[in-house]
């Protein structure tokens, strides 16, 4: 019985940190950056933020800047998307526009909306084969822009299809060909590429939309969370120090974690390289 009784005495500290979620640990650089709103990251692993002002900063994947984009015309972002292979794309919905950088910050493009059908666009996001998907809460319609000949292409009612009144969509955003629409009351809905509802993830609360191995990532009570879209399996994947940590974006080799005017740039822990 004393053998036993020292057996479990030797295993349950063993059980208990085989429970307890990992921490990342210190962050490789911590940038400051005067109201932070947006942050992404591009192919490369360089970080591009927005200020409330509309902004927009490049940083390298050791958190140096590199370069400031500033336009003339200041407002606010709704979007900022770095994750494209050549472009760089910005939307904001106070001035009624999109733009269209490249890796230098240079402008390419930088478009309204007012000669289309697109009457109070709120939500925006890039998508493939030179598309703009646009949220319009002026007839309630999801709508796909093609933005070279400034012409819809098709118009789905989202009142009707997702027979909610609750439409307070916050973003959208294209991975893999499925384009995700965050209305943070609700969850999170799914669509195929021509705009069909294909199902919806039942988690509420999330800040901004962060994919990652077929999961979306969050920030919850201090803690990262994650959910399977093959499985809808709800892990909790790591504890964090910074009970200020709004939510975080994902690169190739790097993670950032958005608290009040600080941005914390770690490494891809090995933990989360493993997730399935």
């Known amino acids: 019985m ?110 309204g909306f007012s000669p289309t059908e697109i009457n109070l666009a709120k939500a925006a996001t890039l998508g493939n084969n030179n598309v703009i998907w646009v949220w319009d809460e002026s007839d309630l319609n999801l709508k796909s822009l093609d933005y070279l000949r400034n012409l819809i292409i098709q118009s789905q009612p989202l009142n009707l299809i997702l027979a909610s009144e609750d439409l307070n969509i916050s973003e959208i955003r294209e991975f893999k060909n499925r384009l995700f629409i965050n209305v943070p009351t609700t969850g999170i809905f799914i669509f195929d590429n021509q705009g069909n509802l294909m199902r919806k993830v039942a988690v509420i609360g999330i800040n901004k939309l962060c994919y990652y191995k077929d999961h979306l990532l969050w920030l919850e009570a201090g803690k990262l969370m994650a959910v399977s879209l093959s499985t809808n399996e709800t892990l909790t994947l790591a504890q964090l120090d910074n009970s200020e940590a709004s939510y975080l974006q994902i690169g190739q080799e790097r993670l950032a974690i958005v608290s009040k005017d600080t941005i914390s740039l770690y490494h891809l822990p090995s933990w989360l390289k493993t997730i399935q």
């Open 2 to 111: 004393k053998s036993l009784g020292l057996l479990i005495y030797l295993f349950l500290p063993l059980v208990a940190s085989a429970q307890t979620p990992p921490k990342l640990g210190a962050p490789l650089a911590e940038i400051s950056l005067e109201t932070l709103d947006l942050i992404s990251f591009d192919t490369k692993d360089q970080l591009f933020a927005s200020n409330t002002s509309g902004d927009i900063y490049l940083y390298s994947q050791e958190g140096k800047q590199l370069n400031l984009f500033s336009p003339a015309r200041q407002g606010r972002l709704n979007q900022l998307e770095a994750s494209w292979t050549v472009n760089i794309f910005s939307f904001s919905a106070d001035l009624q526009e999109y733009r269209i950088l490249d890796r230098f910050l240079n402008p390419l493009a930088e478009k």
